[in-house]
Structures are given as structure tokens and as C-alpha cells.
């Protein structure tokens, strides 16, 4: 019964893998009771169609897991609309450093990862100090003492400096952990602030020509892209910036010299609702053009394209430039986080 089910509801299927990054309607079956299917529902962006396997990434940003069998009916539909007004800032207000934490890591995915209780150990061969550092998202299960050791002992045997990423100025922060870093000697680098903002205002921007928009990082986005200079760390740097579940990269090109590397480049992962913005950078001979702002808005549509309403990024506390800027578009200080690094023997 539950095959001829399936059968018949082959006819209701109107996707394929062509269909990645778009917004879809699933219909699955979860089981067969009493020799008839349970079905259950699922919409979001099409992330991915591996090996038989649909992965679905709902509003929450959670991944669903689907086997190809089990579709009986699916088919893309219209993106969500972008929320405005009070709802959208509450929301992006109201997330939790925690949940917020883990959206943040889905989107910039180290190349090698290990738990340890609920951190996160984190090597990425070097580049960035977000891809190569401990995630703190909770209690690691041990005593700090034995738990600091594993995580020196794990970065140790990769030739890279132990890192603890530490949360700070908010309800639900890790300044008792920070502290207590402080006093065994680790000492603090790398001062950031996570910002939030509803997507709606940066969609309001007037449109821009001239922005590009792509699923991979070319070789013209690179060669502007700072952190990419050092061609060692290239493939690991590739890896880390094509993670997560659907990629953006946006491009200027230099309208005085269109070979030279481009005027302007940013980055933005869709992940449920939330769009996280990254790599915005502006060549010193083209700032205070808006190109900045123009790269965001050429993102946010992507992404509100793909049902996103809320926007998250990491800036570096000390940035006037990048941070005038987000705040024109909307983003506030959702908290601080900086790196405390172990004492080195």
C-alpha cells in the first residue's frame, strides 16, 4: 500500500537539483502505520542533493534530512516575505548568544571540528581566529583545568596557538569563564562585536548596477579579499568561505581599470531567516562611493529572494569605517566577543 502510495505521488514531484538555493515545499513520508504513510511537511531553501539525500534548511535554520525515496510531492515556491515593523527587531534582538553562536559557526565552517562537551574545537590550518579556536557555547564536561589541557593538547598536535573564543556584554555571556582565563594567564586578542539587524532597511536601498553576483569566490573576488593573500592558505580559505548552507559573492569591478582586482567584494550566507554578511571590503581608491552599502543590498536580496528576514555580521570593535556604515544600515550591537589565547611556554 505504502509503495503504491509512493508510485502515485511520483507525478507530484517538481524539483531536482536544479532547484539549489531555492525556496521549497516538501512532502515526505516519516513511516508506515498500520500499512499507511505518515506523511510530513517541510519548507525552506534546497541546500543541498547529495547521494540520494535532500537537505532542507527550515526557517529556524534547522537542517532537514530527507532520503529521495520517501518524496511523495514537492515543488518551489515564492520566497517568504521579508517581516517588517516591530516583529523583525524583536526578533533579531531577542536570539541568544548561544543560538546565535551556532548559526554563526554553520556559516563559517572550520575545515576540522571536534566536540568537547559543548565546545567546539576548531582548526582551519591557520586562517581566521573564528575558524581556529574553541567555540564556547556551554560547559565543556570537564574541569576547566583538564578541559584547557585538552583543548592545548588538540591544537598542539596542529602546529596552531590555542584560542578560546569568549563571549562577553550580555545576559547570557561567559564573562565568569573570561575571568578566570584572565587569571591563568591567557590573554586577550582579537576584540569583535557581533551585530543584528532586521534585513528590511538594507532592502529599502536604492538598487545599484554594476554589482555581480555569484555562487563561488573567482579569482577576481579573491585577489581583493585581504585574508586570501597568502597563497598557502588559499585551498583551506576556499573551503572555510564556500561553507555553509547557501553562498553568496558579490562583486564590483573596477570601472577604470575592469582587469585589475575588484572595486568592491562582500560575502553572504543564507541560513534559515538569518543572512550572515562577511568579507565586505572597498578598495582604499574606491571608498565613499557607496559601493559598501551597494554589495550588502545586492546580498540582502539574494537572500530575501531565498525567505531571509534577519541579518547578523562580525566587525572588529576597533573599525571605525565598517561600523559607521552597518550602523546607517541598521545593525546594533547584539554582544562582544574577543580571543583569549594560552600563555605560551
Sequence with gaps: MADNTIGHARAEIHITPSDLGRRVSVRRILEVSQGRPVFGDVVGVLTSWDDGVLTVVDRTGAAVAIRQETLVAGKPVPPAPVRRGRG???AH???????????????????????LGEWTLRASGGFTKRANSVLVLGGSGLPLDRALERARGWYDQRGLPTYLQVTTGAEDADDALDARLAALGWTAEGSALEQTAPLSPLLDAAPRDGVRLDREPGPAWISRYHRAADP?????ALGVLR????VWFATVPDPDDPGAAPAAIGRAVVDGRWVCFSAVEVSAGHRRRGLGSAVMAALARAAADEGADLAYL????????????????GFATHHRYHYRRAPQE
Design 314 to 329: 562580525q566587525v572588529e570593535s576597533d573599525n571605525a569605517a565598517a561600523l559607521a556604515m552597518y550602523r546607517r544600515l
Design 93 to 115: 534582538r531577542a536570539v541568544g548568544t548561544v543560538e546565535l553562536g551556532r548559526i554563526a559557526a554553520r556559516n563559517w565552517p572550520a575545515a576540522e571540528t571536534e566536540p
Design 243 to 246: 561553507g555553509g548552507p547557501s
Design 88 to 90: 523583525a527587531v524583536a
Design 232 to 236: 598557502t592558505a588559499a585551498a583551506t
